[in-house]
T-cell receptor, first 111, second 113 residues
Framework: DQQVKQNSPSLSVQEGRISILNCDYT??????FLWYKKYPAEGPTFLIS?????DKNEDGRFTVFLNKSAKHLSLHIVPSQPGDSAVYFC??????????FGQGTTLQVKP | DAGVIQSPRHEVTEMGQEVTLRCKPI?????LFWYRQTMMRGLELLIY????????DSGMPEDRFSAKMPNASFSTLKIQPSEPRDSAVYFC???FGQGRGYTFGSGTRLTVV
């Protein structure tokens, strides 16, 4: 059973535009959410996170929004750059001490 | 620090053979995790250790999979016998404390033919 879901396997945007990556979760006990970025032939690297007590966290071009009532979070990248092309994983911290990841979304930013 | 080091980077083996994947966590990190990446399920947690002790192995697919951590600087994930459906990228990650962010290795791409 997939507790963290990224329903869009891929996304393509033009350089300079906004990229919006979405993530849904099922477990209301999740209290911390993270986004990881992965380039080919490399391991995932931490990008940005948000606590369940907040609804927004911003770090430069990256902003994560959390809607607890909808059990939904999103990652906004503005403006998008070709170097942002990668696989993005949403993850949630469970009260059992596990970090649970989604399936990933492949972002392509076209020059 | 060189980060989390995994070996080999690529492994091609025949069905039925034993496969051993290796991981060296970051020095001082007390948690170690093994994940498997597949298209359908993304990153699945297989097992994790705290201070070399296995804490949760509920993600290990079946008895063919086993993992050990004989000391703080080394862990192995073994598949015996291997099957084509085991083909995936296997990642090791470590962290200090039960913190929020993990440091991942570069992964081992396993192909079972």
């Amino acid at each position: 059973d997939q507790q963290v879901k990224q329903n869009s396997p891929s996304l393509s945007v033009q350089e300079g535009r906004i990229s919006i990556l979405n993530c849904d979760y099922t477990n209301s006990m999740f209290d911390y959410f993270l986004w990881y970025k992965k380039y080919p032939a490399e391991g995932p690297t931490f990008l940005i996170s948000i606590s369940s007590i907040k609804d927004k966290n911003e770090d430069g071009r990256f902003t994560v929004f959390l809607n607890k009532s909808a059990k939904h979070l999103s990652l906004h990248i503005v403006p998008s750059q070709p170097g942002d092309s990668a696989v993005y994983f949403c993850a949630a911290w469970s009260n059992t001490g596990k970090l649970i990841f989604g399936q990933g979304t492949t972002l392509q930013v076209k020059p | 620090d060189a980060g989390v080091i995994q070996s080999p980077r690529h492994e091609v083996t025949e069905m039925g053979q034993e496969v051993t994947l290796r991981c060296k966590p970051i020095s001082g990190h007390d948690y170690l995790f093994w994940y498997r990446q597949t298209m359908m399920r993304g990153l699945e947690l297989l097992i994790y250790f705290n201070n070399n002790v296995p804490i949760d192995d509920s993600g290990m697919p079946e008895d063919r999979f086993s993992a050990k951590m004989p000391n703080a600087s080394f862990s192995t994930l073994k598949i015996q016998p291997s099957e084509p459906r085991d083909s995936a990228v296997y990642f090791c990650a470590s962290s200090f404390g039960q913190g929020r962010g993990y440091t991942f290795g570069s992964g081992t791409r396993l192909t079972v033919v």
